[in-house]
């Protein structure tokens, strides 16, 4: 019986009244009894004091009131002594609100509490409107009582309140009334009253009921009509392990079974997913309670709650298949927007990550959308609003229907996205429709993905990440943020920080490399090309290897399968198994061809047609026409058979020239079929070929043509042959700097001129055509490689070079000569990238590099012993010399040269030597050339000294800096060179084939081609970009999904093959 129906009184209208209505309280909790905290750490009336406390502190807005200011004041020592991150707004209040079982002030005498009754508002100012629990209900159904312990007038209370409609959770084990009522509870009726009253009740009230019997029978009749209202009656026992917050959960459901959005607003909010599982969501139907199940707002209401709340306990029950939540109706770009406000505004100061995220946010400067229009009623250009229109995402705002939904806070969010992924290619993923190509995106699970990675919520994120459709890509993706977010905590010395998103971005970086390793175990083939199929929406533009080079994911790329994709575009169409140095032999001797296999016989430049037509690769749904989709990445083509060759000549016709369009539809079904059965089975295999004048298929013969053609355009022999010329050009540019380099400009000097030109034009190929758009992010990307900071440095200096080469005549020509030496050495320096390609010299490259780097850090500490000594020196053996260039010399000369064994004992002792003077005007005159050093002694104690720090202490220090810098890159020299093995290969399969000086010819015929294939709109294969993203690509979407699907199946295998032995270890002792 409800509230309403047994005739609870509405109470007056105060102030207090009035003011609490503009509060919408979860909940309201009456402490009736005495609640003076125990001696014991389990005493009874404690723990309720802590689960108030606990309450409290969840999120919501909760009254709760207690008889006296004593006890109140008790309660918020209690809550402050236990630090919470939800802190909230306390208001102190004396009287009654006018409403429910507080406010009864019309009767006093059946009132729950007196007219004066205290009790406290914790408000969460931070809830937002659109998933506040605004039941309509009365105070009275969102009430309860607690009834612990104190006198007969409480059980008064309590029977008020059962009578009434109102649940009633009575303390077992905290005294007096509260365990007379629940003595009863299981043992009624009750048979000796007076006995039970003498050994419950305290000794005063015992003697003053026992001798009065009409409150005898009153206290029994009192208690005997609370047990009675068994709907309203719940006992809490704190011996079984039960929380209170369970028993007020299970009192409101037996009062008010048909308020299951209030029952699943207090089980979020205190965590309680066991209640929202079984009593609930999937609650037993039955026909009592068919009509109290939650409705879809309330599942979203909470779903969107919970995911604010970082609680993927609770978003993975909402989530599951039985419930029906479809996130990508619930979720649009304004809903997104307040999650992510609701976040950053919810005590933003005591969490560092939400701190972080904020000042990140922040730091996107400028106008959030870049794109601008022209307004076709004025004129003028103006720039796109942050407000637009729900209708963009097709919904509208589900918390202000009639308002437009500012986007600026979720554009930065995109912009930060963008900026942390590194790659300029990616466009903002939360931009308008009319800001971007017109296409139209659901907000879904990636999203919601994005926002756990970007607040490092781990659990919450894997929970979204086993929901994503392509959760190789995702993985990577949530990797590379958070690598980026911990280099910049660590920027800015949020160094605890910075390690726990390093810890996090490789967790996602395994899960990544694990899923790939999963996939290439199924089908080798398959695995590879998903390294190369373009990512998901939004990061559409994007591809697994690119992103993984973006961001230094070392570790996935040490990957087996992205190692063998690597080695199979570094061979080209050349077999993988073949030894070097056979590659080597047949690429200067052509004869030698015949004994290379390769893994193709198909023509590189003839035209697969069928019946005399090309076929249209533009036009046309992608599953009509398998045959055109039948191109791998690479070029490698799937052999598709049409129509079989015992076929009749009339149905060979009909099929290819389309004579009977029923029987040509029918093979095109079953060329569907067959294309679905045998994608990815015979590229796993793949057939080689060995080389012979004529092409025979059957045979497994290539064409020599064909042959020589792949042979020389394989990265390995493009980057063998440019090895080939850079030796060439390094010991011809040598040659002439010894033996021809002289004032008058020479033929050689004009060739290597010309030969560093092609080179030049080269690194602005690479430049220009890098996929980034835009000048200046192709800048950027260029010149952040560390070899193409070299080249730049080269180019420069040669330049340099021979502009003064005109310049400079007579003795100041050996300024030229000089750097053109320093220009050839830089050269025989750049060749050192040669050697990354080798797997054992490769890692070396690095040391040498970061030992580079350890070396300038080192130099600060010397440059302090170097200068201070070489003070010493100079203001004890040359005091009083004159201020010049000289001074300068003499200062640094000798302090240096100490360090490698030179230690001028004579000129520390003060002895004279050579044609030098003592006499000041001669000395002085020369600006102190030629001066004879003083007799100091002690010069040669400091000297001691100078030699100890620098050759036993320094130097040493600097071999253990460079032992360390090895040690630290020898243990991950596998995994550095497997990293820098993308670049090689990618560098050289996009190199054009001839090698400078030749290399022009190359450029020339490119910049034509790239001309005529603008104006056809053709887009060239490429090895790194997989050639068929419609049918073929989602054939793998669900070959990787299958895979991951198998992997997380196997890790819940492996997890609770872990936990067997602690589980028989438990049941063995319960045994016991």
Same mark, same amino acid.
């Given at each position: 019986?409800?509230?309403?129906?047994?005739?609870?009184?509405?109470?007056?209208?105060?102030?207090?009244?009035?003011?609490?209505?503009?509060?919408?309280?979860?909940?309201?909790?009456?402490?009736?009894?005495?609640?003076?905290?125990?001696?014991?750490?389990?005493?009874?009336?404690?723990?309720?004091?802590?689960?108030?406390?606990?309450?409290?502190?969840?999120?919501?807005?909760?009254?709760?009131?207690?008889?006296?200011?004593?006890?109140?004041?008790?309660?918020?020592?209690?809550?402050?002594?236990?630090?919470?991150?939800?802190?909230?707004?306390?208001?102190?209040?004396?009287?009654?609100?006018?409403?429910?079982?507080?406010?009864?002030?019309?009767?006093?005498?059946?009132?729950?509490?007196?007219?004066?009754?205290?009790?406290?508002?914790?408000?969460?100012?931070?809830?937002?409107?659109?998933?506040?629990?605004?039941?309509?209900?009365?105070?009275?159904?969102?009430?309860?009582?607690?009834?612990?312990?104190?006198?007969?007038?409480?059980?008064?209370?309590?029977?008020?309140?059962?009578?009434?409609?109102?649940?009633?959770?009575?303390?077992?084990?905290?005294?007096?009334?509260?365990?007379?009522?629940?003595?009863?509870?299981?043992?009624?009726?009750?048979?000796?009253?007076?006995?039970?009253?003498?050994?419950?009740?305290?000794?005063?009230?015992?003697?003053?009921?026992?001798?009065?019997?009409?409150?005898?029978?009153?206290?029994?009749?009192?208690?005997?009509?609370?047990?009675?209202?068994?709907?309203?009656?719940?006992?809490?026992?704190?011996?079984?392990?039960?929380?209170?917050?369970?028993?007020?959960?299970?009192?409101?459901?037996?009062?008010?079974?048909?308020?299951?959005?209030?029952?699943?607003?207090?089980?979020?909010?205190?965590?309680?997913?066991?209640?929202?599982?079984?009593?609930?969501?999937?609650?037993?139907?039955?026909?009592?309670?068919?009509?109290?199940?939650?409705?879809?707002?309330?599942?979203?209401?909470?779903?969107?709650?919970?995911?604010?709340?970082?609680?993927?306990?609770?978003?993975?029950?909402?989530?599951?298949?039985?419930?029906?939540?479809?996130?990508?109706?619930?979720?649009?770009?304004?809903?997104?927007?307040? &999650?992510?406000?609701?976040?950053?505004?919810?005590?933003?100061?005591?969490?560092?990550?939400?701190?972080?995220?904020?000042?990140?946010?922040?730091?996107?400067?400028?106008?959030?959308?870049?794109?601008?229009?022209?307004?076709?009623?004025?004129?003028?250009?103006?720039?796109?609003?942050?407000?637009?229109?729900?209708?963009?995402?097709?919904?509208?705002?589900?918390?202000?229907?009639?308002?437009?939904?500012? &986007?600026?806070?979720?554009?930065?969010?995109?912009?930060?996205?963008?900026?942390?992924?590194?790659?300029?290619?990616?466009?903002?993923?939360?931009?308008?429709?009319?800001?971007?190509?017109?296409?139209?995106?659901?907000?879904?699970?990636?999203?919601?993905?994005?926002?756990?990675?970007?607040?490092?919520?781990?659990?919450?994120?894997?929970?979204?990440?086993?929901?994503?459709?392509?959760?190789?890509?995702?993985?990577?993706?949530?990797?590379?943020?958070?690598?980026?977010?911990?280099?910049?905590?660590?920027?800015?010395?949020?160094?605890?920080?910075?390690?726990?998103?390093?810890?996090?971005?490789?967790?996602?970086?395994?899960?990544?490399?694990?899923?790939?390793?999963?996939?290439?175990?199924?089908?080798?083939?398959?695995?590879?090309?998903?390294?190369?199929?373009?990512?998901?929406?939004?990061?559409?533009?994007?591809?697994?290897?690119?992103?993984?080079?973006?961001?230094?994911?070392?570790?996935?790329?040490?990957?087996?399968?992205?190692?063998?994709?690597?080695?199979?575009?570094?061979?080209?169409?050349?077999?993988?198994?073949?030894?070097?140095?056979?590659?080597?032999?047949?690429?200067?001797?052509?004869?030698?061809?015949?004994?290379?296999?390769?893994?193709?016989?198909?023509?590189?430049?003839?035209?697969?047609?069928?019946?005399?037509?090309?076929?249209?690769?533009?036009?046309?749904?992608?599953?009509?026409?398998?045959?055109?989709?039948?191109?791998?990445?690479?070029?490698?083509?799937?052999?598709?058979?049409?129509?079989?060759?015992?076929?009749?000549?009339?149905?060979?016709?009909?099929?290819?020239?389309?004579?009977?369009?029923?029987?040509?539809?029918?093979?095109?079904?079953?060329?569907?079929?067959?294309?679905?059965?045998?994608?990815?089975?015979?590229?796993?295999?793949?057939? &080689?070929?060995?080389?012979?004048?004529?092409?025979?298929?059957?045979?497994?013969?290539?064409?020599?043509?064909?042959?020589?053609?792949?042979?020389?355009?394989?990265?390995?022999?493009?980057?063998?042959?440019?090895?080939?010329?850079?030796?060439?050009?390094?010991?011809?540019?040598?040659?002439?700097?010894?033996?021809?380099?002289?004032?008058?400009?020479?033929?050689?000097?004009?060739?290597?001129?010309?030969?560093?030109?092609?080179?030049?034009?080269?690194?602005?190929?690479?430049?220009?055509?890098?996929?980034?758009?835009?000048?200046?992010?192709?800048?950027?990307?260029?010149?952040?490689?560390?070899?193409?900071?070299?080249?730049?440095?080269?180019?420069?200096?040669?330049?340099?070079?021979?502009?003064?080469?005109?310049?400079?005549?007579?003795?100041?020509?050996?300024?030229?000569?000089?750097?053109?030496?320093?220009?050839?050495?830089?050269?025989?320096?750049?060749?050192?990238?040669?050697?990354?390609?080798?797997?054992?010299?490769?890692?070396?490259?690095?040391?040498?590099?970061?030992?580079?780097?350890?070396?300038?850090?080192?130099?600060?500490?010397?440059?302090?012993?170097?200068?201070?000594?070489?003070?010493?020196?100079?203001?004890?053996?040359?005091?009083?010399?004159?201020?010049?260039?000289?001074?300068?010399?003499? &200062?640094?000369?000798?302090?240096?040269?100490?360090?490698?064994?030179?230690?001028?004992?004579?000129?520390?002792?003060?002895?004279?030597?050579?044609?030098?003077?003592?006499?000041?005007?001669?000395?002085?005159?020369?600006?102190?050339?030629?001066?004879?050093?003083?007799?100091?002694?002690?010069?040669?104690?400091?000297?001691?000294?100078?030699?100890?720090?620098?050759?036993?202490?320094?130097?040493?220090?600097?071999?253990?800096?460079?032992?360390?810098?090895?040690?630290?890159?020898?243990?991950?020299?596998?995994?550095?060179?497997?990293?820098?093995?993308?670049?090689?290969?990618?560098?050289?399969?996009?190199?054009?084939?001839?090698?400078?000086?030749?290399?022009?010819?190359?450029?020339?015929?490119?910049?034509?081609?790239?001309?005529?294939?603008?104006?056809?709109?053709?887009?060239?294969?490429?090895?790194?970009?997989?050639?068929?993203?419609?049918?073929?690509?989602?054939?793998?979407?669900?070959?990787?999904?299958?895979?991951?699907?198998?992997?997380?199946?196997?890790?819940?295998?492996?997890?609770?093959?872990?936990?067997?032995?602690?589980?028989?270890?438990?049941?063995?002792?319960?045994?016991?």
């Amino acid at each position: 019986m409800m509230g309403s129906e047994r005739g609870s009184n509405p109470g007056v209208k105060t102030t207090e009244t009035e003011k609490l209505k503009q509060f919408n309280a979860n909940l309201i909790i009456s402490v009736i009894g005495n609640i003076q905290k125990g001696e014991e750490q389990n005493d009874a009336r404690q723990l309720v004091l802590r689960s108030l406390a606990e309450i409290a502190d969840s999120r919501g807005t909760w009254i709760i009131s207690f008889g006296t200011k004593e006890e109140a004041i008790q309660f918020l020592e209690l809550k402050q002594s236990s630090y919470n991150v939800n802190e909230k707004s306390i208001e102190y209040h004396k009287t009654t609100f006018g409403e429910g079982i507080l406010a009864l002030d019309q009767d006093v005498n059946n009132n729950i509490h007196a007219a004066k009754q205290k009790y406290l508002l914790l408000t969460d100012k931070t809830d937002l409107e659109c998933y506040k629990d605004s039941c309509s209900m009365s105070k009275d159904e969102k009430s309860v009582v607690i009834v612990v312990g104190d006198d007969l007038p409480v059980l008064e209370k309590a029977h008020y309140a059962a009578t009434h409609g109102i649940p009633v959770v009575v303390v077992k084990g905290s005294g007096s009334v509260a365990d007379f009522i629940a003595a009863g509870h299981n043992q009624y009726p009750l048979t000796d009253p007076y006995v039970l009253v003498e050994n419950v009740l305290s000794t005063d009230e015992a003697m003053v009921i026992t001798k009065d019997k009409t409150k005898l029978d009153r206290c029994v009749q009192l208690r005997t009509e609370i047990l009675e209202e068994k709907e309203y009656v719940n006992i809490y026992k704190n011996d079984d392990g039960t929380e209170i917050q369970d028993v007020i959960l299970l009192a409101l459901k037996k009062a008010h079974p048909v308020y299951p959005k209030l029952l699943l607003s207090l089980a979020w909010r205190w965590n309680k997913i066991d209640f929202a599982r079984k009593g609930i969501l999937f609650q037993k139907t039955t026909a009592e309670n068919e009509t109290t199940s939650v409705t879809k707002a309330a599942l979203c209401s909470t779903l969107f709650a919970t995911l604010a709340n970082d609680q993927a306990d609770f978003v993975e029950l909402l989530l599951r298949k039985e419930l029906k939540v479809d996130v990508t109706t619930l979720i649009n770009v304004c809903t997104l927007q307040k &999650l992510y406000s609701n976040v950053l505004d919810h005590n933003t100061m005591n969490d560092s990550m939400k701190l972080f995220m904020k000042n990140q946010l922040s730091s996107m400067h400028g106008p959030v959308l870049a794109h601008t229009n022209k307004d076709s009623h004025d004129g003028k250009e103006r720039t796109k609003s942050d407000v637009v229109g729900n209708t963009r995402w097709g919904k509208k705002d589900e918390c202000q229907p009639n308002r437009k939904c500012e &986007l600026d806070l979720i554009l930065r969010v995109g912009r930060l996205l963008c900026l942390k992924l590194n790659d300029d290619n990616m466009r903002n993923p939360y931009l308008p429709k009319d800001a971007d190509d017109g296409t139209e995106r659901k907000i879904g699970f990636v999203d919601l993905f994005l926002f756990a990675v970007l607040f490092n919520r781990r659990k919450l994120g894997e929970c979204m990440w086993r929901h994503c459709q392509n959760k190789l890509g995702a993985a990577l993706v949530a990797s590379s943020i958070l690598k980026t977010f911990a280099k910049s905590a660590g920027r800015n010395l949020e160094l605890q920080l910075s390690t726990d998103l390093m810890n996090h971005s490789s967790f996602y970086e395994k899960k990544a490399s694990d899923v790939l390793t999963e996939c290439f175990k199924r089908d080798k083939k398959m695995a590879q090309d998903l390294l190369i199929k373009k990512l998901e929406p939004p990061f559409d533009l994007m591809s697994p290897l690119a992103l993984v080079d973006n961001n230094y994911l070392k570790y996935f790329m040490g990957n087996e399968c992205c190692q063998t994709k690597l080695n199979g575009i570094w061979r080209g169409k050349i077999a993988t198994h073949l030894p070097w140095w056979k590659i080597l032999l047949a690429l200067f001797m052509p004869i030698f061809i015949f004994g290379i296999k390769f893994t193709t016989n198909n023509r590189p430049f003839k035209v697969q047609t069928f019946c005399g037509r090309k076929p249209n690769r533009n036009k046309g749904n992608p599953v009509d026409n398998p045959d055109e989709h039948a191109q791998t990445s690479g070029g490698t083509k799937r052999k598709i058979n049409k129509v079989n060759p015992g076929d009749k000549p009339d149905v060979l016709a009909q099929t290819c020239c389309g004579t009977d369009k029923a029987k040509t539809n029918k093979v095109e079904q079953q060329n569907k079929l067959h294309y679905y059965l045998n994608i990815g089975k015979e590229s796993s295999k793949p057939q &080689l070929y060995s080389v012979g004048m004529r092409c025979n298929q059957k045979d497994g013969v290539i064409q020599i043509v064909d042959a020589m053609y792949y042979l020389y355009t394989s990265p390995f022999s493009v980057y063998t042959l440019n090895m080939l010329s850079y030796v060439i050009f390094m010991f011809y540019f040598s040659y002439f700097i010894i033996v021809d380099l002289d004032e008058e400009t020479s033929f050689r000097e004009y060739t290597i001129w010309a030969w560093a030109v092609t080179m030049f034009v080269e690194e602005m190929r690479q430049l220009i055509t890098h996929r980034t758009p835009g000048l200046n992010s192709k800048i950027k990307v260029w010149i952040g490689s560390h070899w193409n900071k070299f080249d730049l440095l080269i180019n420069i200096l040669f330049i340099t070079t021979v502009a003064l080469r005109y310049e400079l005549s007579g003795n100041a020509f050996q300024y030229v000569r000089f750097l053109y030496s320093i220009t050839v050495a830089m050269y025989f320096m750049r060749f050192l990238q040669a050697f990354l390609v080798a797997k054992n010299i490769g890692p070396k490259i690095i040391m040498i590099r970061k030992m580079l780097v350890s070396l300038l850090s080192f130099l600060g500490i010397f440059m302090v012993f170097f200068v201070s000594f070489s003070v010493m020196y100079q203001a004890n053996l040359y005091p009083n010399s004159p201020p010049s260039v000289s001074l300068l010399k003499k &200062l640094v000369y000798k302090p240096y040269w100490q360090i490698f064994g030179e230690l001028f004992l004579d000129e520390l002792s003060g002895d004279e030597y050579g044609d030098c003077t003592t006499n000041a005007t001669v000395w002085r005159s020369a600006g102190g050339q030629g001066r004879c050093p003083e007799n100091t002694r002690l010069v040669i104690f400091i000297g001691a000294i100078y030699v100890i720090l620098t050759q036993i202490v320094l130097v040493n220090l600097l071999i253990a800096m460079f032992s360390n810098t090895f040690e630290s890159v020898h243990e991950q020299s596998s995994q550095i060179w497997k990293f820098y093995w993308y670049g090689i290969v990618r560098e050289y399969y996009e190199r054009p084939v001839f090698c400078p000086p030749l290399i022009i010819l190359v450029h020339i015929y490119r910049t034509i081609r790239h001309g005529v294939k603008r104006l056809q709109k053709r887009v060239s294969d490429n090895e790194f970009r997989l050639s068929d993203e419609n049918l073929y690509g989602k054939q793998l979407l669900k070959f990787a999904e299958a895979a991951t699907d198998r992997y997380l199946q196997q890790t819940i295998q492996e997890r609770g093959e872990n936990n067997k032995p602690e589980r028989e270890a438990t049941i063995y002792k319960k045994v016991k």
